[in-house]
């Protein structure tokens, strides 16, 4: 078997997923000429070497963190490393320090773009489990340039939101648990297939953009249209992704969203800016409270009563903001994970 795969196989995960892609990696069939690489949204970044060891653990592929610039080889297994996106290019392992998209770096929907781009038909796209919708897109762009698509059962999954995001927005080629996934992996390969099918344009446009730090008004330009929102990382315009399955925002920076993670990430920038708001009216309260007292001191009853007056304005704003960022955190909660 050639180090170089045939077949390259994308996989991703987020919430309840590194127990998903543990049981899917045990089940992967070794001698398959295929090279596999996984998103695992990852908030601590000692936690990359974990994955790579309880994976390693469960496999006799090599098992590794992604290098750039490493060429790829069959029976390996590389795991993106936290806070870059994994991207494939011309054969090779390519690290990215892009804007988020989804609110991650490293995004499900980038290594999927780039595999739908370099393997064409020849790519497999697998989402397990995970909350909101980072993946589909992805996974349409797959879909699109004649790649397969495998979606973990939601009815196994751990949190079952990108599996249904996935179902719900496209025919998905085989929704099966994940034990089964390695069998279709092998029916796949012994089927012939071409790669006539080239990636779409605006397909292979985000997979380039994904490639640099800044994107660039021109790029959007030509596969969106402007909304009327905001980003909520850089303050530009966000643009409407066109002939997409999902609802898909982009600056001209390079930040995108899906409309949940959108919904997500405002309420987190409208919750880090009344923490703002709050505490510069604390300190607004208690330099009014300290002018109250020099006045009084000096005998300016007037003035000494009008600056208690509006300390204790200041008091009430301070109460009601308290109980709107209440609100907020519980609903951040709700939204997310």
Request: hydrophobic share 40%; aromatic share 6%; with cysteine.
């Amino acid at each position: 078997m050639s180090n170089h795969p045939r077949f390259l196989v994308v996989i991703g995960a987020s919430a309840g997923g590194l127990n998903a892609l543990t049981e899917l990696v045990r089940t992967l069939p070794v001698e398959l000429d295929a090279a596999y690489c996984i998103v695992l949204h990852l908030s601590r970044k000692g936690i990359g070497d974990f994955v790579v060891h309880r994976l390693g653990k469960v496999t006799t592929m090599q098992c590794s963190m992604a290098v750039s610039g490493t060429a790829i080889q069959a029976a390996n297994v590389y795991i993106a490393r936290p806070n870059q996106h994994l991207l494939v290019k011309e054969g090779k392992l390519l690290l990215g320090s892009g804007p988020q998209e989804n609110r991650f770096r490293p995004s499900i929907d980038v290594l999927f773009r780039s595999a739908a781009v370099n393997y064409t038909s020849h790519a497999v796209g697998i989402i397990l489990s995970g909350m909101l919708d980072d993946g589909t897109s992805g996974m349409w762009a797959i879909k699109r340039s004649g790649g397969v698509c495998i979606v973990q059962d939601p009815n196994q999954a751990e949190y079952p939101d990108m599996p249904l995001s996935v179902i719900n927005n496209m025919d998905v080629d085989h929704v099966c648990e994940l034990g089964s996934i390695g069998t279709f992996l092998t029916q796949i390969a012994d089927l012939e297939r071409t790669s006539q099918i080239s990636a779409p344009e605006d397909v292979v446009l985000e997979s380039q953009s994904a490639e640099k730090t800044a994107v660039g008004i021109d790029v959007v330009e030509e596969i969106a249209d402007k909304s009327v929102f905001a980003c909520p990382d850089c303050g530009g315009n966000l643009w409407s992704i066109k002939g997409d399955i999902i609802n898909r925002y982009r600056c001209h920076i390079g930040h995108s969203y899906t409309e949940g993670d959108l919904v997500v990430k405002q309420a987190e920038t409208a919750s880090a800016t009344l923490w703002v708001a709050l505490r510069m009216m604390e300190e607004r309260k208690h330099l009014l409270r300290k002018l109250e007292v020099d006045f009084a001191q000096k005998g300016y009853t007037s003035l000494s009563l009008d600056h208690l007056e509006r300390k204790d304005e200041m008091q009430r704003h301070i109460d009601t903001l308290k109980v709107i960022l209440s609100d907020l955190q519980r609903n951040d909660e709700a939204l997310a994970f």
